[in-house]
């Protein structure tokens, strides 16, 4: 098994994070209320829940494939080992249509990562490689 992380319920109705299938690298994290969320509309979802990360850990909260289609999409999502509140998302709706989420619905998947502090060097010039400034769909062309 790997890393431990404590998580504590806000709110009785929450769910704990969970993992679909085995070996997946996110876990399920649903809605604590029911809503509907507007074409346009950005909303802040509660999730019920607090966790606490071992130092040198961050959360990412990522989007779910299955509501992503339809146009739901996440914003922000990065969240420090030092943070003790409640674990929200942030849903816009991109779609043209009202779409529903209910209370325990997967709305989001939480990804537990090891972070890497690294040191910054300014310099003049950078390295050259084969790709140099190419970007924005530079290698398919």
Known sequence: MGTKIKIKKLNPDAKIPYYAQEGDAGMDMCSI???VLKPGERRVIGT???IELPE????????KSG???KGIKKMGGVIEHTYRGEYKVVLVNLSSEDYEIKKG???AQLLIQPIETVEIEEVEELSE???GEG??????R
């Open 33 to 35: 209320e029911d809503l």
């Open 48 to 50: 019920g829940l607090s």
């Open 56 to 63: 040198g850990f961050v959360s990412l909260i990522w989007d």
């Open 67 to 69: 509501i992503a289609s």
């Open 105 to 107: 619905q997967k709305i």
């Open 129 to 131: 490689t084969k790709r």
């Open 135 to 140: 970007g924005f769909g530079s290698t398919g």
